[in-house]
């Protein structure tokens, strides 16, 4: 594989501090294990969290991300390297285990998933030259679980089939795990490709029963919920207040308690005769949305000129998703969100999926958004991590982190003997 011609050495950079050493761990025959890694698109550091708890020691960290860089030094005393693809493998020191959560952007479903075609998709072939080189003995690589069947699963068989020729075994199945699984009330899956030298070891068949674990729906969001943050910090507006307000009182008046539709106002009394313009699943959704209205137009009619017929309102906030099922009956009682698809209502057992472009979750019980730190709680960072001064800032990067505890789990059975 060729180099790229503007790679630097960052040999002698006196500002990256590498060799960083944390607790390691005990052994039955009272010696002691460290594994050295290194630690790839390294965001504010989850996998060098999770390694500390096995006894590790970071000899190179790359993220290009400043604020993130500010983080992770912050935290663990390490200024990363920026572009990965300026730095050639040479000049990375060697190492026992590689960790990359590499862009998920090509392959999300929330970007434009132009996988291998997006320059970001090749920042694998990044991780692939140092492996290559390096050949250490474990690698650990994160990503969303739409990577799995991205291309017509196409991309994956890519990164499995290549990761293979380097003489690495991995699992024959995808292994996508959310932390609901494990106890932490929140749905976020993931793709986690653990890898080890066939000399060592025999992955194939090694987490098959994790492809299978069930997730723990009797989860209470709560759990992770403090009053201490009940301040200005997670306050939401009034506006949201009122929206939120507006459309509880639709809910508790209408005849529909799990209403499988989104709910679109704007529809209420759309003429179904000029409807066919839209898409067939758009007509579908209009007709549920004027029978909807039929049936309750006497309350409806009243609702509308109460709220002065939403002409206030955002024109996504004039759309309504209930995703509780029957699990409560009161907006108060749900995880609600304000998204481009509109107002959702979700059960309060798990948070939805944290994402970079974050829309925080409001607790409905405490009219306020989820705090910073009651988030990296839910990503299992410890106590005492220290989180970027700017709110924003911190949901956006932990909604880019790996789940400790997840990691925490597949190291356990990567590194067993």
Avoid at 22 to 34: A, D, G, I, L, S
Avoid at 137 to 151: C, G, M, P, T, W
Avoid at 204 to 216: I, P
Avoid at 288 to 294: A, F, G, H, M
Wanted: net charge positive.
């Amino acid at each position: 594989m060729k180099m790229n011609n503007n790679t630097q050495d960052f040999s002698d950079i006196g500002t990256l501090k590498l060799g960083l050493n944390f607790p390691v761990q005990k052994k039955e025959n009272n010696k002691t294990e460290k594994y050295e890694f290194i630690d790839l698109f390294a965001g504010i550091g989850g996998f060098h969290e999770a390694i500390a708890d096995f006894g590790g020691k970071c000899v190179f960290a790359s993220e290009w991300d400043e604020e993130c860089q500010k983080v992770y030094k912050n935290n663990f005393n390490i200024i990363p390297a920026g572009d990965i693809t300026k730095v050639r493998e040479k000049d990375i020191p060697s190492h026992d285990i590689l960790f990359a959560g590499f862009p998920c952007q090509p392959f999300s479903k929330g970007g434009q998933r132009k996988g291998f075609k997006d320059m970001r998709g090749t920042l694998f072939f990044d991780i692939v030259r140092i492996l290559k080189h390096h050949k250490p003995k474990y690698f650990l690589l994160e990503n969303v679980s739409n990577l799995v069947s991205h291309d017509k699963g196409n991309t994956y068989k890519i990164i499995t089939e290549t990761l293979e020729k380097l003489g690495y075994s991995i699992p024959k199945k995808p292994i996508i795990l959310s932390p609901n699984q494990f106890g932490i009330p929140v749905l976020r899956k993931r793709i986690y490709i653990p890898g080890v030298l066939k000399k060592y070891g025999n992955y194939e068949e090694k987490f098959n029963f994790l492809v299978t674990k069930k997730c723990n729906s009797n989860l209470n969001a709560y759990s992770i919920i403090s009053e201490k943050f009940n301040n200005k910090t997670s306050e939401i507006s009034e506006y949201e207040k009122k929206v939120i307000k507006m459309w509880n009182e639709f809910y508790l008046n209408i005849d529909l308690k799990i209403i499988g539709f989104p709910v679109w106002s704007d529809y209420f009394k759309e003429d179904v005769t000029k409807i066919k313009k839209f898409p067939k699943w758009k007509q579908d959704f209009i007709i549920k949305n004027i029978e909807l209205y039929k049936r309750n137009k006497k309350f409806v009619d009243r609702w509308l000129k109460k709220y002065k017929n939403l002409t206030w309102v955002k024109e996504t906030h004039r759309k309504f998703e209930w995703q509780a099922g029957n699990d409560i009956h009161d907006i108060y009682d749900s995880l609600i969100q304000f998204r481009p698809s509109g107002v959702r209502v979700k059960r309060p057992n798990y948070f939805s999926t944290l994402v970079a472009m974050n829309h925080n979750q409001i607790i409905g019980k405490l009219l306020r958004k989820a705090h910073p730190e009651e988030l990296k709680k839910l990503q299992s960072f410890r106590k005492n991590f220290i989180l970027h001064e700017d709110k924003n800032t911190a949901l956006k990067q932990l909604g880019n982190a790996v789940n400790i505890k997840v990691v925490k789990e597949l190291l356990k059975m990567m590194l067993e003997k």
